[in-house]
Protein backbone atom coordinates (compact mmCIF):
# COMPACT_ATOMS: atom_id res chain seq x y z
CA UNK A 1 0.00 0.00 0.00
CA UNK A 2 1.29 3.39 -1.01
CA UNK A 3 2.13 5.54 1.87
CA UNK A 4 0.01 8.44 0.78
CA UNK A 5 -2.97 6.05 1.79
CA UNK A 6 -1.58 6.01 4.78
CA UNK A 7 -0.88 9.58 5.53
CA UNK A 8 -4.26 10.49 4.12
CA UNK A 9 -6.25 8.02 6.64
CA UNK A 10 -4.22 9.53 9.58
CA UNK A 11 -5.33 12.85 8.41
CA UNK A 12 -8.89 11.46 7.81
CA UNK A 13 -8.39 10.19 11.60
CA UNK A 14 -7.69 13.49 13.02
CA UNK A 15 -10.05 15.06 10.90
CA UNK A 16 -12.45 12.86 12.96
CA UNK A 17 -11.40 13.67 16.33
CA UNK A 18 -11.81 17.77 15.54
CA UNK A 19 -15.05 17.27 14.42
CA UNK A 20 -15.94 15.41 17.24
CA UNK A 21 -14.75 17.90 19.60
CA UNK A 22 -15.64 21.11 17.81
CA UNK A 23 -19.18 20.48 16.45
CA UNK A 24 -21.07 22.66 18.92
CA UNK A 25 -18.31 25.61 18.09
CA UNK A 26 -19.62 28.70 16.04
CA UNK A 27 -17.70 27.66 12.99
CA UNK A 28 -18.33 24.70 12.65
CA UNK A 29 -22.36 25.40 13.17
CA UNK A 30 -22.04 28.15 10.50
CA UNK A 31 -20.48 25.37 8.18
CA UNK A 32 -23.42 23.50 8.55
CA UNK A 33 -26.01 26.25 8.53
CA UNK A 34 -24.34 27.23 4.85
CA UNK A 35 -24.16 23.47 4.05
CA UNK A 36 -27.73 23.08 4.80
CA UNK A 37 -28.99 26.44 2.81
CA UNK A 38 -27.11 25.33 -0.25
CA UNK A 39 -28.18 22.04 -0.52
CA UNK A 40 -31.58 21.10 1.13
CA UNK A 41 -34.09 19.76 -1.33
CA UNK A 42 -32.10 19.03 -3.84
CA UNK A 43 -34.32 15.48 -5.27
CA UNK A 44 -31.09 14.46 -7.51
CA UNK A 45 -28.87 13.53 -4.62
CA UNK A 46 -31.69 12.91 -1.61
CA UNK A 47 -32.49 9.80 -3.98
CA UNK A 48 -28.88 8.55 -3.58
CA UNK A 49 -29.83 7.51 0.05
CA UNK A 50 -31.40 4.31 -0.60
CA UNK A 51 -28.21 3.08 -1.63
CA UNK A 52 -26.54 3.41 1.68
CA UNK A 53 -29.75 2.04 3.65
CA UNK A 54 -28.72 -0.99 5.84
CA UNK A 55 -30.98 -3.64 4.13
CA UNK A 56 -29.12 -2.78 0.67
CA UNK A 57 -25.49 -2.68 2.06
CA UNK A 58 -25.92 -6.05 3.80
CA UNK A 59 -27.75 -7.46 0.98
CA UNK A 60 -25.25 -6.54 -1.97
CA UNK A 61 -22.63 -7.81 0.42
CA UNK A 62 -23.87 -11.00 0.92
CA UNK A 63 -24.16 -11.46 -2.85
CA UNK A 64 -20.62 -9.80 -3.02
CA UNK A 65 -19.41 -13.04 -0.20
CA UNK A 66 -21.14 -15.43 -2.21
CA UNK A 67 -18.73 -14.43 -5.42
CA UNK A 68 -15.22 -13.97 -3.97
CA UNK A 69 -16.19 -17.77 -2.52
CA UNK A 70 -17.07 -19.04 -5.85
CA UNK A 71 -14.85 -17.00 -8.04
CA UNK A 72 -11.66 -16.31 -5.78
CA UNK A 73 -11.69 -19.08 -2.86
CA UNK A 74 -9.89 -15.97 -0.93
CA UNK A 75 -11.28 -16.34 2.53
CA UNK A 76 -9.24 -13.16 3.57
CA UNK A 77 -11.15 -11.22 1.28
CA UNK A 78 -14.36 -12.67 2.67
CA UNK A 79 -12.54 -11.94 5.80
CA UNK A 80 -11.68 -8.32 4.99
CA UNK A 81 -15.79 -7.78 3.92
CA UNK A 82 -16.62 -8.57 6.84
CA UNK A 83 -14.14 -6.32 8.76
CA UNK A 84 -14.97 -3.39 6.56
CA UNK A 85 -19.01 -3.95 6.02
CA UNK A 86 -20.26 -6.00 9.35
CA UNK A 87 -17.81 -4.38 12.18
CA UNK A 88 -17.52 -1.65 10.44
CA UNK A 89 -21.25 -0.91 10.98
CA UNK A 90 -20.86 -1.76 14.64
CA UNK A 91 -18.24 1.01 14.99
CA UNK A 92 -20.03 3.45 14.00
CA UNK A 93 -23.09 2.34 15.89
CA UNK A 94 -21.31 2.55 18.57
CA UNK A 95 -19.98 5.73 18.23
CA UNK A 96 -23.11 7.38 17.70
CA UNK A 97 -24.61 6.30 21.41
CA UNK A 98 -21.08 8.03 23.13
CA UNK A 99 -20.84 11.03 21.20
CA UNK A 100 -25.07 11.35 21.11
CA UNK A 101 -25.61 14.41 19.27
CA UNK A 102 -28.96 15.30 18.15
CA UNK A 103 -30.13 15.40 14.78
CA UNK A 104 -31.46 18.79 13.12
CA UNK A 105 -34.71 19.79 14.08
CA UNK A 106 -37.05 18.61 11.45
CA UNK A 107 -40.47 17.33 11.40
CA UNK A 108 -40.65 13.58 12.04
CA UNK A 109 -36.72 13.66 11.92
CA UNK A 110 -35.61 10.13 13.39
CA UNK A 111 -34.54 9.87 17.22
CA UNK A 112 -31.51 8.08 16.71
CA UNK A 113 -28.22 10.23 17.13
CA UNK A 114 -26.72 12.02 14.27
CA UNK A 115 -22.42 12.16 14.76
CA UNK A 116 -21.26 10.26 12.60
CA UNK A 117 -23.51 10.31 9.56
CA UNK A 118 -24.16 5.95 9.56
CA UNK A 119 -24.83 6.40 5.59
CA UNK A 120 -21.90 8.44 5.14
CA UNK A 121 -19.40 5.87 6.98
CA UNK A 122 -21.10 2.83 5.83
CA UNK A 123 -21.38 4.28 2.19
CA UNK A 124 -17.91 5.14 2.03
CA UNK A 125 -16.60 1.28 3.58
CA UNK A 126 -19.20 -0.43 1.04
CA UNK A 127 -18.30 0.85 -2.00
CA UNK A 128 -14.62 1.47 -1.43
CA UNK A 129 -14.99 -2.50 -0.50
CA UNK A 130 -17.04 -3.49 -3.78
CA UNK A 131 -14.30 -1.48 -5.59
CA UNK A 132 -11.60 -3.15 -3.70
CA UNK A 133 -13.36 -6.66 -4.41
CA UNK A 134 -13.61 -5.66 -8.27
CA UNK A 135 -10.39 -4.43 -8.89
CA UNK A 136 -9.81 -8.33 -7.98
CA UNK A 137 -12.27 -10.00 -10.13
CA UNK A 138 -10.88 -8.21 -13.30
CA UNK A 139 -7.86 -8.32 -15.03
CA UNK A 140 -8.17 -4.59 -16.84
CA UNK A 141 -6.31 -1.88 -14.83
CA UNK A 142 -8.70 0.58 -17.18
CA UNK A 143 -12.13 -1.48 -15.36
CA UNK A 144 -10.57 -1.23 -12.38
CA UNK A 145 -10.00 2.48 -12.07
CA UNK A 146 -13.40 3.02 -13.59
CA UNK A 147 -14.79 1.10 -10.72
CA UNK A 148 -12.68 3.08 -8.00
CA UNK A 149 -13.84 6.60 -9.55
CA UNK A 150 -17.45 5.13 -9.62
CA UNK A 151 -17.27 4.18 -6.21
CA UNK A 152 -16.16 7.59 -5.15
CA UNK A 153 -19.04 9.43 -7.02
CA UNK A 154 -21.64 7.15 -5.22
CA UNK A 155 -20.43 7.27 -1.45
CA UNK A 156 -20.30 10.76 -2.23
CA UNK A 157 -23.50 11.22 -3.52
CA UNK A 158 -25.20 8.81 -0.96
CA UNK A 159 -23.38 11.06 2.18
CA UNK A 160 -24.58 14.14 0.35
CA UNK A 161 -27.73 12.94 0.78
CA UNK A 162 -28.28 13.12 4.16
CA UNK A 163 -27.74 17.41 3.95
CA UNK A 164 -30.12 17.30 1.29
CA UNK A 165 -33.06 15.76 3.03
CA UNK A 166 -31.88 17.45 6.54
CA UNK A 167 -31.18 14.27 8.32
CA UNK A 168 -27.52 15.14 9.21
CA UNK A 169 -25.42 18.07 9.55
CA UNK A 170 -22.91 18.12 6.93
CA UNK A 171 -20.17 18.35 9.86
CA UNK A 172 -21.70 14.32 10.24
CA UNK A 173 -21.35 13.33 6.78
CA UNK A 174 -17.72 14.58 6.33
CA UNK A 175 -16.94 12.80 10.11
CA UNK A 176 -18.57 9.74 8.72
CA UNK A 177 -16.30 10.17 5.63
CA UNK A 178 -13.10 10.71 7.34
CA UNK A 179 -14.01 7.40 10.11
CA UNK A 180 -14.85 5.49 7.10
CA UNK A 181 -12.01 5.83 5.28
CA UNK A 182 -9.64 5.40 7.89
CA UNK A 183 -11.37 2.16 9.18
CA UNK A 184 -10.97 1.07 5.56
CA UNK A 185 -7.24 1.63 5.15
CA UNK A 186 -6.77 -0.32 8.59
CA UNK A 187 -8.71 -2.71 7.14
CA UNK A 188 -6.79 -3.10 3.82
CA UNK A 189 -3.67 -2.93 5.58
CA UNK A 190 -4.56 -6.14 7.15
CA UNK A 191 -5.41 -7.80 4.17
CA UNK A 192 -1.83 -7.00 2.12
CA UNK A 193 0.24 -7.57 5.25
CA UNK A 194 -1.72 -10.56 5.94
CA UNK A 195 -1.32 -11.74 2.04
CA UNK A 196 2.37 -10.67 2.09
CA UNK A 197 3.78 -12.67 4.82
CA UNK A 198 1.36 -15.96 3.74
CA UNK A 199 3.71 -15.45 -0.04
CA UNK A 200 6.22 -15.02 2.40
CA UNK A 201 5.89 -17.80 4.15
CA UNK A 202 5.08 -20.47 0.62
CA UNK A 203 8.25 -19.30 -0.94
CA UNK A 204 10.30 -20.41 1.51
CA UNK A 205 8.85 -23.94 1.94
CA UNK A 206 9.57 -24.34 -1.59
Known amino acids: MKKFHFAFAVFTFVVFCILWMTFETPAILSFDKKAADLMYGIDFITWFH ?45 LKRVVERPRPEIVDQYTTFSFPSGHATHGILFLLTLAFVFS ?51 CSWWYRTSNRIHLQKTNSNE
Open 136 to 186: RLVKSKKASQIGWIVAIIIFMLIGLSRVTEARHYASDVLAGWSLGYTWFTI
Open 50 to 94: NLGETNVIFGVSLVVLIIIWVRLRDYKLMFFTFLTIGVGFGLYQF
